[in-house]
């Protein structure tokens, strides 16, 4: 790790971790957080704290509480704008650090109290084993979300589900949580502007980036408690970007979907050209030419998406394991193809070439999305 030039009085020199602590409207909690955290400072040593508070203009008085602290602390700062969402909030926090300070970590923390500061120095530790995304889980053994309702768990459970498979961090338990360690050097990695999350889903847009970046992640256990006091501003409006956002989790590289929809081109024209030979050039007959030219198309396609397409990733699983899942994928792709033609033309009363291009498009998208997740599946850190 690079160390910051600076030395504290004993001349030692030491790194800067850098909390970022979004609010909006957490005048009951913010002190507390606040002091909690510069608390930790005697615990952890090499290490220097700063805080970033990036306030959406609460009108409860949340700047008020943070402005009077400021004049206490030399090591606390503020930054104020129109509220736009909880990851439009981290996404300014990250660029005036990086930009101001000189961090070498870079913290994600609620200001509630929701996340235990007593864990500052578990975190800074995995850091200096070498991971540089340390994520407090609430999904892995002695982890823990003991005030969440039943509909919480589970929303929480199936977003996370989703993102990890989707998303490509299967390795990764709990994607959406608001704590985490991360090395400043992968933040900077990521360009942040092209993540277009605004609200709670940026969590995740970011986990997917950091990965895709290289950073090796480490989850430690937390116990989501309850809030200090104020209520969650999960609003549906971010449930509803968080869904939408899952599919553009699997897209890591616009170059890779180019290719392999040309790919996919390729066999349809294989399969179209196969079926003509076949059948006048070899007399087969028209009910099992098309088994033969669709498995001709097939073996093509994998062939040009493994050594093409996919061919940088480096890949655990071996060549006969892909082919067996490529085909599976197939199959899958088909059925879902003929169930979305169904819905839509008998339920949705859909003209039913309309219905067909539907099935088609979204079979398309899925197919490549689990193909890419799944087949090629990149080896994870
Ligand atoms: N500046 C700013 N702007 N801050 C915001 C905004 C915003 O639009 N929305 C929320 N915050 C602040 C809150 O004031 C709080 O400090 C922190 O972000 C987290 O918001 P909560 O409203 O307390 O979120 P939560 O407890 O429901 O959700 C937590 O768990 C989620 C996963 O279940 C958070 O940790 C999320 O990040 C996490 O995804
Ligand atoms: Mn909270």
């Known amino acids: 790790m690079d160390l910051n030039n600076e030395q504290d009085f004993t001349g030692q020199a030491f790194a800067e971790a850098c909390f970022i602590l979004p609010t909006y409207n957490e005048q009951a909690c913010i002190q507390h957080t606040i002091e909690a955290i510069f608390e930790q400072q005697s615990r952890v040593s090499g290490y220097k704290f700063r805080i970033l508070v990036v306030d959406d203009n609460s009108s409860d008085g949340t700047q008020k509480i943070v402005n009077g602290l400021i004049e206490q602390y030399e090591c606390l700062h503020m930054i104020t704008g129109e509220k736009v969402g909880l990851g439009d909030a981290y996404k300014r926090g990250f660029g005036h650090a990086l930009s101001h300070f000189k961090p070498d970590v870079i913290f994600q ?203 940088y990733r480096i890949i655990k699983s071996g060549f006969s394991s892909r082919l067996f899942q490529f085909h599976l994928v197939a199959g899958l792709s088909g059925i879902i193809n003929y169930a979305i033609f169904f819905a839509a033309y008998t339920s949705l009363m859909m003209n039913d070439i309309f219905a067909n291009l539907l099935g088609i498009g979204v079979a398309a998208i899925a197919n490549y999305l689990i193909n890419s997740n799944w087949t090629w599946k990149k080896h994870l850190k």
């Open 109 to 311: 923390m609620d200001s509630d109290g929701q996340h235990d500061p007593n864990l500052i120095p578990d975190f800074i530790e995995q850091i200096q084993q070498g991971y540089s995304l340390v994520v407090g889980s609430r999904f892995v053994k002695g982890g823990s979300t003991p005030e969440f309702s039943l509909r919480r768990k589970v929303i929480s459970k199936v977003g996370n589900l989703l993102v990890r498979y989707v998303g490509g961090v299967s390795h990764i338990k709990d994607c959406t949580s608001g704590y985490r360690c991360i090395s400043a050097a992968y933040i900077a990695k990521c360009d942040l502007g092209f993540l277009s999350t605004r609200g709670y889903s940026f969590q995740s847009s970011l986990i997917c980036e950091l990965v895709a970046q290289g950073a090796k992640s480490k989850e430690i256990p937390i116990v989501f408690t309850a809030r200090n006091a104020g209520v969650s501003k999960l609003s549906l409006r971010d449930q509803v970007e968080f869904l939408l956002n899952i599919p553009k989790l699997g897209f890591h590289s616009h170059k890779d979907f180019v290719k392999y929809s040309i790919v996919g081109s390729s066999g349809v024209l294989i399969n179209l050209g196969g079926y003509v030979f076949l059948t006048r050039h070899l007399g087969i007959a028209p009910e099992v030419a098309p088994i033969l030219s669709i498995e001709a198309s097939l073996l093509s396609n994998f062939l040009f998406n493994n050594f093409w397409t996919f061919k």
